[in-house]
C-alpha cells in the first residue's frame, strides 16, 4: 500500500509515524512550546531523527472548545515554519494540518505534500477540489459538530454503521474531486464519549476499507487520561498502550507527540508479525 507525496512513494506496508508539531498557544498538551521558528525547527529534527516520516504542522487548536483564529492568523504562524522545514529537512514529509483550502493551497506551494483535514472537507466546501488539483494526499477524519460544539452530547444511531457509511461516502467525493490518495482518520475524541472511543478502537477492522490506509491518532487524549484519572503529561504509558493496539488492528499511520515510543511500537509489532 502506496501513497505518493510529491513524487515521494511512500510504501505503508509497514506502519509510519507522524510527528504532530502545534504552532498553537493553546493545544491541550502542547500549545507554546514550539512558538518560534527555532524551537519548531528543532523538534522537528528531534522527531526525523527519531523515525518520524511525515511532519504535521498545525497552526489552529481543535480541542474541544477551541477558539476559532482567522485564515491570516493561521497562515502568519505556519506558513514560515513549512518554508524553513522544506528548506533544512528536503526529506521530511510536511502534512498541514487545516481545515481551510486557502491554508492547504499556500502551504502546499511552501514544501507541504500532504493535506490533514480534520472536518474531511465540511467546513470547507472547496477543500476536496483544492486538494485534488493540488495532487497531494488527504487525511480525511471523522468529526460529528466541530471544535466548539463537538463534545456537547456526541450521538449516533450506530457508531460504527455511521462512520462506516461517512467513509464510504467521503471516499467516492474524494475520488470525484481527483484526489487519489485517501487516508482515513476515526476521529478519536473528535464528536464522541469515552465509552465511543473505546468501541471504536476495538472495532477499528470494521470502519477500514480495503486499499485504504488508516491513520490513528490517540496520542495523550482524554480518552487516556480521564479514564486513569491523570493528565495529558503523564499519558504517554497509555498512549504507547492503545497505538500498540491500534497496530494490531492495522493502523498504517500513528500520528503523535512522541515519536520514539510509537516508533518502537511499531518495530515491535512488525517483528510479531514475523515470529
Do not use: W
Not at 1 to 6: E, L, V
Not at 60 to 69: D, N, T
Not at 205 to 227: A, Q
Not at 238 to 263: F, M, S
Amino acid at each position: 500500500m502506496n501513497i505518493s507525496c510529491k513524487g515521494k512513494i511512500i510504501d505503508l506496508t509497514t506502519p509510519k509515524i507522524m510527528g504532530v508539531l502545534n504552532l498553537t498557544p493553546d493545544s491541550f498538551y502542547d500549545g507554546g512550546m514550539y512558538n518560534s521558528t527555532d524551537l519548531a525547527l528543532s523538534q522537528t529534527e528531534k522527531m526525523l531523527r527519531q523515525g518520524a516520516t511525515f511532519i504535521d504542522v498545525g497552526g489552529a487548536s481543535s480541542k474541544p472548545g477551541a477558539i476559532e483564529i482567522s485564515a491570516d492568523e493561521e497562515l502568519k504562524r505556519v506558513l514560515p515554519v513549512v518554508e524553513k522545514i522544506h528548506l533544512s529537512f528536503p526529506e521530511a514529509i510536511i502534512s498541514i494540518d487545516t481545515y481551510r483550502s486557502d491554508v492547504a493551497k499556500k502551504t502546499v506551494a511552501a514544501g507541504a505534500a500532504m493535506v490533514n483535514d480534520i472536518s474531511a472537507g465540511k467546513l470547507d466546501t472547496k477543500m476536496l477540489k483544492t486538494v485534488g488539483a493540488l495532487g497531494v494526499p488527504y487525511v480525511a477524519m471523522h468529526m460529528q459538530g466541530n471544535p466548539q460544539n463537538m463534545q456537547v452530547r456526541p450521538n449516533y444511531d450506530n457508531l460504527l454503521v455511521d462512520i462506516r457509511s461517512f467513509f464510504a461516502a467521503k471516499i467516492d467525493e474524494a475520488h470525484k474531486a481527483g484526489i487519489h490518495d485517501i487516508i482515513i482518520d476515526p476521529g478519536f475524541g473528535f464528536g464522541k464519549t469515552l465509552e465511543h472511543n473505546y468501541s471504536l478502537l476495538k472495532n477499528m477492522g470494521s470502519i477500514k476499507r480495503d486499499g485504504i490506509p488508516m491513520l490513528i491518532g490517540v496520542s495523550r487524549k482524554s480518552m487516556i487520561y480521564k479514564l486513569l484519572g491523570i493528565d495529558a503529561a503523564d499519558a504517554l504509558n497509555g498512549t504507547t498502550v492503545l497505538n500498540t493496539v491500534a497496530l494490531q488492528h492495522g493502523a498504517q499511520i500513528l500520528r503523535v507527540h512522541d515519536v520514539k515510543e510509537a516508533h518502537q511500537a511499531v518495530k515491535l509489532i512488525e517483528k510479531l508479525k514475523c515470529a
